[in-house]
């Protein structure tokens, strides 16, 4: 995991989109929310792995969570992209050049590639593919009217063809048990 700075002090995010292994439980966990995974769950956030896709927000939520972890909050995740709090923020989390030339965005039809292969496309914090590959779940902290959760993604897919800036969020534009090609993250306070 990387340790970074954000509005709320430092937290620590995987570094890669993560792979999940074993049983992340039901797609739509709504009954138990906030759920949990079903057991024997393993969480892998390392260089040149395929990541997990076709998860929910539910079964993400609930992966972080079994191994000690919590599913990123949306203001989590951005710091991460944009970086720390203040006048060096960034619009995207990468530093000069193009986004297209070292991200893997804008290839539809292209599918999901390993974590860290487009290895230009990082955080100076050394976070990777927060831009391109998968879109990815994140917790705004919010619940619809029903008390369902509202679920935000952020990062934009190898697909988006324009680049999706650090800030942008997309809350409530899918169920939470939508499992289409979005990814996740985990965060963790820092230990003190």
């Known amino acids: 995991m990387a340790m970074v700075s954000g509005r709320s002090g430092p937290y620590c995010i995987h570094r890669y989109e993560v792979a999940l292994s074993g049983d992340p439980g039901p797609k739509a966990q709504a009954a138990q929310f906030p759920g949990h995974a079903a057991g024997g769950v393993q969480l892998s956030s390392a260089a040149g792995q395929l990541p997990s896709n076709a998860v929910s927000w539910y079964q993400s939520r609930a992966a972080c969570l079994a191994v000690g972890l919590h599913l990123c909050t949306s203001a989590e995740w951005e710091d991460a992209c944009a970086g ?10 990468i530093e000069g050049g193009r986004l297209w030339d070292r991200c893997y965005v804008g290839r539809p039809g292209g599918g999901v590639i390993a974590s860290g292969a487009a290895s230009g496309c990082s955080t100076p914090e050394g976070v990777y593919d927060l831009a391109g590959n998968l879109w990815e779940w994140t917790d705004p902290g919010q619940l619809a009217a029903d008390g369902s959760p509202l679920i935000d993604k952020r990062g934009g897919g190898y697909y988006t063809v324009d680049g999706v800036p650090c800030a942008r969020e997309a809350v409530g534009t899918h169920a939470p048990d939508f499992d289409g090609t979005i990814g996740f993250r985990c965060c963790a306070p820092v230990a003190r």
């Open 84 to 93: 720390p709090p203040g006048p060096t923020r960034r619009e995207y989390p």
